[in-house]
Nanobody, 124 residues
């Protein structure tokens, strides 16, 4: 069993930056593909980014490509989402997820473990 805990969400102005963190307890994250989803009020959950176990492959949704960067730190057993040039439409609860399958299928949302989410609010 893996427990995921997100942190770093807060209120930020448009154009600003945030870094979200995802830490785990229970098992090491090194054996999982990791990623982020988000859900805005009244909208369905959407894929944001994913990273493979080896760090070599990363995937992004078109809406965040070029602005967000996903990374992982094996020593700290954590995953990060660096968000730059934030827009009001990035406002959402951001969820960290882990999956035993490949990172290229992460976007399907059928992941093994989920965190509780962290709120990101971007003001205009």
């Amino acid at each position: 069993q893996v427990q995921l805990v997100e942190s770093g969400g807060r209120l930020v102005q448009a154009g600003g930056s945030l870094r979200l963190s995802c830490a785990a307890s229970g098992r090491t994250l090194s054996t999982y593909a990791m990623g982020w989803f988000r859900q805005a009020p009244g909208k369905e959950r959407e894929f944001v980014a994913a990273i493979s176990r080896s760090h070599g492959n990363v995937y992004y949704s078109d809406s965040v490509k070029g602005r967000f960067t996903i990374s992982r730190d094996g020593a700290k057993d954590a995953v990060y989402l660096q968000m730059n040039s934030l827009k009001p439409e990035d406002t959402a609860v951001y969820y960290c997820a882990a999956d035993s399958g490949p990172a290229y299928t992460f976007y399907r949302g059928q992941n093994d473990y989920w965190g509780q989410g962290t709120q990101v609010t971007v003001s205009s």
